[in-house]
């Protein structure tokens, strides 16, 4: 079978993990694969890409992503362009008839009915399901709620959480390629400060100086000037935290914070009456790459800590248990040491003390995992290998041979 792969989105932090992926797993040996722009349409193929494509079939110059026509001579669209793309394309395509596979990572789509949330190593059986169902819409769910649910994956498999309480330490990268450029910018602005401080000073004259910096009008001028208009939603990250991620939705919660339930109970196939409750505040720190999660899980059964770590160790391949001690979660459970590893850290499993007594109910644990990674690209890529078996099996799943032609 020779499938069309279409790619948009692939010069930006997912894309570029995913085309990394996609390399190192020889993805795209199975595929004509096309690769799209919004910025660089008709020119070729950045050398960088072609090394990596190698024997793989591929057509050398940049399609444009705004191109119906284009994208519907694909058998499958990866797409990690963002939502205001997905918004604009995706239901124009579909409006034209086109039948191909749409994967996506924005979160425009995520909580659609004909849409499914990919994370296979939890919800195989419910994408298979759904594809049997002729569901066509494959989405990525948000990057903190995949951490979260690949971590405690094991418990959610055995039915054990009644409800999960965290808080978030999300990377800048989870912002996107400009974010990364307004997290460096700041932090240079700030130690550009430091170096010309008077030699001399004390450690705490020098927080004060540079705590008056970060509070005056001109951190802010340099912090709007370092943010690219697009990056905006980051903020002044740079030597400091920001307890608000993605919009406002008006009830004194942030969008990040409503997706996590949302999108949980989703993969897991939970209807909204039986939903199980999961509540946080979704913070971002000036880490690069990875987030974190710092969770109290309130369990149905009473477990040691012990049955806990076992359970959620044989959930899936890619768990990583690193042992509760200071200088084991020190040296090993940070986001520096997960960045760019498919390991999901699992760590400081323990007890609650909370009402003074030890509950065997209450199980705290701090989660990380690469956000780039299993929080966005690689969902998105072991969608295709699932793809090409359900094609094998049900070719009629692809009636679009003949898209081009119906969509101008
Ligand atoms: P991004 O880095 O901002 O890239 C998106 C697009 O921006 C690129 O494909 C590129 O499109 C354009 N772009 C403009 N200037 C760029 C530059 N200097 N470097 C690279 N690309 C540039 O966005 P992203 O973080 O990959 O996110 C893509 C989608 O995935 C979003 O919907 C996001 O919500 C979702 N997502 C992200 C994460 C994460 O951890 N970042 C996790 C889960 C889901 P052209 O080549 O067409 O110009």
């Not at 430091?194 to 509070?215: I, K, N, R, V, W």
């Not at 370092?226 to 993605?246: E, M, Q, R, T, Y």
Request: contains cysteine; glycine residues 8%.
């Amino acid at each position: 079978m020779n499938l069309r792969l279409g790619i948009v989105g692939w010069r930006g932090m997912v894309g570029s993990v995913l085309v990394q992926r996609m390399q190192a797993e020889k993805d795209f040996l199975q595929f004509s694969s096309s690769f799209f722009s919004t910025s660089q349409a008709g020119e070729a193929l950045p050398e960088s890409l072609t090394k990596m494509l190698g024997a793989a079939s591929f057509a050398p110059t940049l399609k444009d992503a705004c191109n119906l026509s284009a994208l519907g001579e694909m058998d499958i669209i990866l797409c990690t362009q963002g939502g205001i793309y997905t918004s604009e394309i995706q239901p124009k395509l579909r409006k034209a008839g086109w039948q191909g596979f749409w994967v996506d990572a924005a979160s425009t789509l995520r909580l659609e009915s004909f849409s499914t949330l990919t994370m296979d190593p939890v919800n195989l059986a419910l994408i298979e399901a759904d594809l049997l169902l002729g569901k066509k819409d494959f989405i990525g769910a948000n990057c903190t709620t995949a951490i979260l649910v690949m971590g405690l994956s094991g418990l959610f498999k055995k039915s054990l959480v009644h409800w999960v309480s965290f808080a978030s330490y999300q990377s800048v990268s989870g912002s996107g390629a400009k974010a990364i450029e307004s997290l460096l910018q700041q932090t240079k602005a700030v130690s550009d400060v430091a170096s010309a401080l008077p030699a001399g000073y004390s450690a705490l004259q020098s927080t004060q100086s540079l705590s008056h910096f970060l509070q005056n009008k001109e951190q802010k001028r340099i912090s709007d000037e370092a943010l690219h208009p697009s990056a905006l939603s980051v903020g002044p990250i740079g030597f400091n935290v920001l307890p608000w991620i993605d919009s406002d939705i008006g009830n004194g919660w942030s969008r990040e914070e409503l997706k996590t339930q949302q999108e949980t109970n989703k993969i897991l196939g939970i209807k909204k009456d039986k939903a199980i409750p999961i509540e946080g505040t979704c913070v971002r720190v000036p880490t690069l790459r990875c987030h974190a999660l710092s969770c109290l899980v309130y369990l149905k059964e009473n477990l040691s800590a012990g049955q806990c770590q076992a359970i959620l160790q044989a959930a899936h391949p890619w768990i990583n248990i690193v042992e509760n001690t200071k200088e084991t979660t020190l040296a090993e459970l940070t986001p520096a040491m997960f960045s760019g590893s498919l390991q999901i850290g699992i760590g400081r499993i323990r007890k609650s003390r909370l009402g003074g007594k030890l509950d065997e109910k209450y199980l705290n644990l701090f989660i990380i995992g690469d956000q780039l990674l299993w929080g966005a690209a690689e969902p998105l890529r072991r969608m295709l290998p699932i793809l090409i078996k359900h094609l094998s099996t049900s070719p009629a799943a692809l009636t679009n041979k003949n898209n081009a032609k119906n969509i101008a």
